[in-house]
């Protein structure tokens, strides 16, 4: 069956590190890739997405992913993180299906930001 | 342009009542989508509709239904209300326009004693 991992459910960096939030699929095509992110209280904003070609995405308030194949993931990745990236992040893979696309979600990373 | 809107934003129900969340488009999207959220979980996929006039069930459509009222509404109904409904309800649409990605509501949260 189709699944999304995201496999640390809390991760705590300091403002100004990097980081890297690890999410995996198991479909056997390459799916359609989205990574959202949710602040307390709000819904889902769009982070970023991948349909084909360059593996590597560019996103919102810059955010990276990269698709890798031959590891079914597709990591994000931020160079300098801000206080105000806290919150919620969700990796979700889109597979077609009568008519149109469904989607499954990862179980998410929440991500505090120490000053 | 609204979006998507969802109403009510908050409800408590006692086990047992009924009631519709609703759902509402204005991009001209063709597909849509109800999710619950609950916590560790992620979101959930409890029905979808690919167009005006047809519904599908996914991952947890058990004491829900669902009605594709037309192009820009989707509700969603529970008949009878159980605790283990208390969540957060989430909505969103996508069209066909090659883009692939989902639009969402605010959700609705919503508390069963």
């Known amino acids: 069956a189709q699944s999304v991992t995201q496999p640390d459910i809390h991760i705590t960096v300091s403002e100004g590190a990097s980081l890297e939030l690890r999410c995996n699929y198991s479909?056997?095509?390459?799916?359609?890739l989205f990574w959202y992110v949710q602040s307390p209280g709000q819904g889902l904003q769009l982070l970023l997405k991948y349909f084909s070609g360059d593996t590597l995405v560019q996103g919102i308030k810059g955010f990276e992913a990269e698709f890798k194949r031959s590891q079914s993931s597709f990591n994000l990745r931020k160079p300098s993180v801000h206080w105000s990236d806290a919150a919620e992040y969700f990796c979700?893979?889109?597979?077609?299906?009568?008519?149109?696309?469904?989607?499954?979600f990862g179980t998410g990373t929440r991500l505090k930001v120490l000053a | 342009n609204a979006g998507v809107t969802q109403t009510p934003k908050f409800q408590v129900l006692k086990t047992g009542q009924s009631m519709t969340l609703q759902c509402a488009q204005d991009?001209?999207?063709?597909?849509m989508y109800w999710y619950r959220q609950d916590p560790g979980m992620g979101l959930r996929l409890i029905y979808y509709?690919?167009?005006?006039?047809?519904?599908d069930k996914g991952e947890v459509p058990n004491g829900y239904n669902v009605s594709r009222l037309n192009k820009r509404e989707f509700s969603l109904r529970l008949e009878s209300a159980a605790p283990s409904q208390t969540s957060v309800y989430f909505c969103?649409?996508?069209?066909?326009?090659?883009?692939?990605?989902?639009?969402f509501g605010p959700g609705t949260r919503l508390t069963v004693t």
């Open positions: 509709s690919a167009s005006e006039g047809t519904t």
């Open positions: 479909y056997g095509a390459t799916p359609y």
């Open positions: 979700a893979v889109g597979l077609p299906t009568s008519g149109t696309y469904k989607y499954i």
């Open positions: 991009m001209n999207h063709n597909s």
């Open positions: 969103a649409s996508r069209n066909y326009d090659g883009m692939y990605e989902q639009y």
